[in-house]
C-alpha cells in the first residue's frame, strides 16, 4: 500500500479557504479512489469527500456540499480539497486515505480504506 501525508491544514477565519494536500511515496495513487475523511475532539471519524481512481465520479457529505471540491492529478499523485466558505463546524483533524484495492469505486465507509495519512489539522476561527 502507498504512504500518504497530508498538509495545508491551520488557522483560517470563518468564511475563508483552505487548500489541503494529500501526496503519496511508495507507490502511485493513480488506480485507487480517494477519500477525505475528518475527525473533531469527541467525535467519529466522518466522511467528507470522495472522487474515483479516474477522477469521474466525486461525492460530498451533505454538510460540505457547494462548499468543498476534491480533486485529483494522477501524475503528480497527489489528491487535493479545496475548502470554501469554511465554518467553525468544519474546524477537525482531516485525513486522506486510499481504497484497499485497486479500481474499486469510492465509499463513505472509512473500513473501506486501506492506507490512511496522519492527518492535518483545521481550525476554523469565528
Known amino acids: 500500500q502507498v504512504q500518504l501525508v497530508e498538509s495545508g491544514g491551520g488557522l483560517v477565519q470563518a468564511g475563508g479557504s483552505l487548500r489541503l494536500s494529500c501526496a503519496a511515496s511508495?507507490?502511485?495513487?493513480?488506480?485507487?479512489?480517494m477519500g477525505w475523511f475528518r475527525q473533531a475532539p469527541g467525535k467519529e471519524r466522518e466522511f467528507v469527500a470522495s472522487?474515483?481512481?479516474?477522477?469521474?465520479?466525486?461525492n460530498y457529505a451533505d454538510s460540505v456540499k457547494g462548499r468543498f471540491t476534491v480533486s485529483r492529478d494522477n501524475a503528480k499523485n497527489t489528491v487535493w480539497l479545496q475548502m470554501n466558505g469554511v465554518k467553525s463546524e468544519d474546524t477537525a483533524i482531516y485525513y486522506c486515505?486510499?481504497?484497499?484495492?485497486?479500481?474499486?469505486?469510492?465509499?463513505?465507509?472509512?473500513?473501506?480504506?486501506?492506507?490512511w495519512g496522519p492527518g492535518t489539522q483545521v481550525t476554523v476561527s469565528t
Open positions: 486515505a486510499a481504497r484497499s484495492r485497486p479500481f474499486l469505486p469510492p465509499t463513505e465507509i472509512p473500513l473501506d480504506f486501506g492506507s
Open positions: 472522487i474515483s481512481w479516474n477522477g469521474i465520479n466525486t
Open positions: 511508495g507507490g502511485s495513487l493513480r488506480i485507487y479512489a
